[in-house]
């Protein structure tokens, strides 16, 4: 991006959040929060931007959890839908149009999609043999089958992948197979699809197009479209668009041989980056009061036609490289009069105390639950999930260090030692000093201190250029660099000291370091909103309407303003605060959900699970052979189980109830198929369950009648 390219046009999308379940931090730090990031950086310089998303609501998962919960689909993700909407606008997630593929306006624009394909001969149908269960009458998707895994005999493998060993599957491949819909056999029988051929557009365009974006796009995507675009088995294939179910976008109905027939997800999903954009603009008709001041266009055509010139964006995670890079620029190519995408700026994925966070199993940090248990702490979430955002490679989320080394990159530290005694810290010393010493108003020096704007012009330039490339992390600690600069500042001009025998130098120190706030203030209004706004109302500035350059003025707040009443920007993290967070990722089991928000606030009961679920957990009679306390933990015991003819070990919270001597012998319950975790350097195995006693003391849970360790539990 170029000075000249500032006011540009621009249509940024984020990925359609699937509407069966809630967001987590891996979703925000690899998707939404980079681009509210850079939309609002855009917004700030002038540009002419559009910012998209919605919940994508069709697809066999939704079909799934609503037989499991016993609703409807339309239920299921209206729930969701509700949930995502309001998590994205509690974490500041600032879309000009946040919509939902359910909705009529969705259905009309794929359905005219897919004609527009079908009349210029991009389409071709093909006989093909899939799986169809003769009780029900209904084709059925490949997670609808289960079987006998070939590669580890699990008998409830599903018919795309078995969940026990990992392997991706077809469910050609599974023995025994059976309908998950009534436990019949299934049967292989004729049906008509339509089909996109991927591969004349590879052979025609779409590879050299690839290839011309590879001095833009990060390495980490070019790499994966180009594993993509190759010869013999990586060459593209015709893909089917359509499919056999119930729940979707129905294929036209005055299409022949349509009925029964929906569009398939990976198809009309991004098109809901365009009805998105239909949505907004007909709202804006409808109010035009309500048009945001960054939206000149008048037309959503503006914003996807090529005749509109705007550069699309798209924000998603490395699983929809393939699907935004290859697939839907060839969706696009084909319907004629597009553009395509200018960036597709892909994160990899966060990782979660060093394992992968896991949906099925519980294991994540929900953003709602967050928002619930946090909730004066927003920013704090932004900045340490900017600050170590997975651009280039996975990275890890840590809630709190157990070592020696306290500068490590948890959340905890990063609030303490970043925001907290860092940032927060001179802007508080700024106010204060301020207050103490000029009775609350910018003080009025005879002289300037260059260095001080110096600083805020170099440190400019790094940050926007930084932001240019989609590198937020390295913007983020650029600005963070400056604050320490600011703390460093202060400090050697002591304006404490010198107010009485040096009172214009004092002075001039309090001046120029206001002026430092006040840029910090502004550029963090991409990565902290809330906190931007803060600073700038603890510094008496009241503009709204200012530019992203206007950070660079040599004077941002004029002597004599007066500041309201110093205030803290951040608390410290306090132990007591996260333990409850690390204690629900040492609980999370297999199949478990996480709590969603029921319409009826009296309802407070669990959610259901089946029986399916139950047989997951893995529960043993163990007895306890050796008990000792963890060092530097009050709190831990490391105890030695026996449950067969094996010994594991298990970190379990009970020291302060327990001594060793209390435990040894005990026969426990042991939730043995619990993922593994380290705490304190020490391999935890597991879990044991105990029972909530007087005075919330934890109770074994032991067999009434001897049983021999390694004994099941049913």
């Known amino acids: 991006m170029n000075p000249s390219e500032e006011s540009g046009r621009y249509t940024v999308t984020a990925a359609l959040p699937y509407a069966n379940g809630p967001l987590h931090i891996g979703h925000l730090a690899g998707c939404y929060l ?79 999609f897919f004609k527009t394909l079908l009349n210029k001969g991009e389409l071709e149908v093909r006989l093909t043999e899939e799986f169809f269960d003769p009780a029900t009458g209904r084709f059925l998707a490949d997670r609808y089958i289960t079987g006998i895994c070939p590669s580890c005999s699990f008998d409830q493998a599903y018919g795309d992948q078995c969940e026990k060993c990992g392997r991706s599957l077809s469910p050609r491949e599974l023995l025994e197979p059976r309908s998950r819909l009534s436990g019949a056999v299934p049967e292989l029988r004729p049906t008509r699809h339509w089909y996109l051929d991927l591969g004349r557009h590879q052979d025609v365009w779409l590879k050299a197009w690839i290839e011309e974006q590879a001095t833009r796009w990060k390495s980490n995507v070019i790499g994966q479209c180009l594993s993509w675009l190759g010869e013999g088995e990586n060459h593209l294939r015709p893909r089917a668009v359509t499919r056999d179910l119930d729940w979707g976008v129905p294929v036209p109905p005055e299409i022949p041989e349509s009925q029964g027939k929906v569009l398939y997800v990976w198809f009309e999903a991004p098109l809901g980056y365009i009805s998105a954009t239909e949505a907004f603009f007909q709202r804006l008709a409808e109010a035009p009061h309500e048009r945001p001041s960054w939206v000149r266009g008048q037309r959503w055509e503006d914003y996807w036609k090529k ?8 924000f998603i995670g490395k699983d929809n490289i393939v699907f935004h890079c290859i697939v839907f620029p060839a969706m696009l190519q084909a319907a004629g009069d597009f553009q395509l995408p200018w960036q597709v700026p892909a994160n990899e994925f966060l990782n979660l105390e060093g394992q992968k966070i896991s949906t099925s199993r519980n294991y994540a940090v929900w953003v709602h639950e967050y928002l619930k248990e946090l909730p004066e702490r927003v920013d704090e979430l932004r900045y340490v999930l900017t600050a170590g955002m997975p651009e280039q490679k996975d990275n890890n989320f840590i809630w709190k260090y157990e070592g020696t080394d306290a500068t490590t990159d948890s959340y905890q530290a990063r609030v303490n030692n970043e925001l907290v005694a860092n940032l927060g810290n001179f802007i508080h010393r700024v106010v204060m000093l301020i207050h103490k010493f000029f009775d609350g108003k910018i003080p009025s020096p005879s002289k300037s201190d260059p260095e001080r704007h110096e600083m805020v012009i170099h440190a400019f330039s790094d940050i926007t250029q930084a932001l240019e490339q989609f590198r937020f992390r390295d913007a983020l600690g650029n600005l963070m660099k400056l604050s320490s600069w600011g703390n460093r500042y202060l400090q050697k001009e002591e304006p404490w000291k010198t107010f009485k025998t040096e009172p214009e130098r004092a002075a001039c120190a309090l001046y120029e370091s206001a002026q430092l706030a006040a840029a910090l203030g502004y550029l963090l209004e991409p990565f902290m909103p809330g906190t931007s706004a803060r600073i700038r109302t603890m510094l008496g500035i009241q503009a709204e309407s200012w530019r992203w350059n206007d950070a660079t003025a ?24 996260i333990e409850p967070q690390i204690k629900k990722l040492s609980l999370a089991v297999n199949g478990a959900t996480p709590e969603i928000p029921s319409d009826n606030s009296q309802d407070t009961a669990p959610p259901q699970i089946t029986l399916e679920d139950f047989k997951k957990l893995r529960l043993v009679v163990a007895r306890v052979i050796h008990a000792e306390k963890v060092p530097k933990a009050d709190k831990l015991l490391q105890l030695t189980l026996e449950a067969g003819d094996r010994r594991h070990t298990v970190l379990s919270g009970i020291a302060t109830h327990y001594s060793p001597d209390q435990v040894v012998g005990r026969r426990v319950v ?36 001897e049983v021999e360790p390694g004994s099941s539990i049913h």
């Open 34 to 112: 980079p681009a509210d990031i850079y939309v609002r950086f855009l917004r700030r310089r002038g540009a002419d931007v559009v910012f998209i998303c919605g919940s994508d609501e069709h697809g066999v998962p939704i079909t799934l959890r609503a037989e499991q919960e016993n609703l409807t689909p339309q239920q299921v993700v209206d729930r969701y839908h509700a949930l995502l909407k309001e998590t994205f606008q509690t974490m500041g997630i600032s879309f000009d149009y946040y919509h939902r593929t359910s909705t009529p306006l969705h259905h009309r624009v794929a359905q005219d």
């Open 307 to 314: 005749e509109g010139g705007s550069r699309i964006v798209h």
């Open 554 to 577: 040599a004077q941002l707040v004029g002597p004599g303003t007066p500041l309201p009443a110093p205030h803290i920007l951040f608390k410290k993290v306090e132990d007591e605060e």
């Open 670 to 705: 042991w939730l043995s198929n619990l993922t593994p975790r380290s705490m304190r350097g020490i391999l935890s195995e597991g879990m044991i369950l105990m029972a909530d006693g007087p005075a919330g003391r934890p109770i074994f849970l032991e067999p009434s009648e």
